[in-house]
């Protein structure tokens, strides 16, 4: 499978301000104003990964996920457009995210993703806001995704083996 480095139609990476003071600090996350139009997230989660461990890469047929990486801890972010309609198919992108450099990304259906905590000894955070159910309604539904551990494809060996 080849691959060539450049932006994906449809994938929005924004900085998140944060406003820090003696008490600490706050990031505003994402607000329904400066999300991509009819976007409207519908539950949101939370997960902290251990150092050195990689999430995805997986893809969703329906579902659009907003990340927001802002720490504890680093992530090297990586994507790629695997839908054949797109003008940007087969295009890769790559980014750090978390606490050196607060992002959102917000990635539509399609679009394959995964990240790893590149931080060295802190477990790492992400916050996720998609716009669909998680299982569906009630949990009754077939999970909305299609898995790329197994598959044997050179994007995925390249980003298991990365900076062990």
Known sequence: ?????????????????????????????FRIDNLPDNLQPIMSYVSYTRPGVARGPHEHKEQTDIFCFMGPGNFKIKLWDNRKESKTYRCCMEIIGGKDNSIR????????????????????????????????????????????????????????????
């Open 105 to 164: 990304v917000v990635v539509p259906p399609g679009v394959v993703h995964g990240y790893k905590n590149i931080s060295k000894e802190v477990d790492g955070m992400v916050l996720n806001y998609p716009d669909k159910l998680y299982r569906g309604w009630g949990k009754k539904e077939e999970v909305d995704e299609i898995r790329h551990e197994d598959k044997e494809d050179e994007f995925y060996l390249d980003f298991i083996k990365e900076d062990k």
């Open 1 to 29: 499978m080849e691959f060539k480095k450049g932006e994906i139609e449809g994938v929005v990476i924004e900085k998140l301000i944060k406003f820090s003071d003696e008490r600490g600090f706050l990031i505003e996350t």
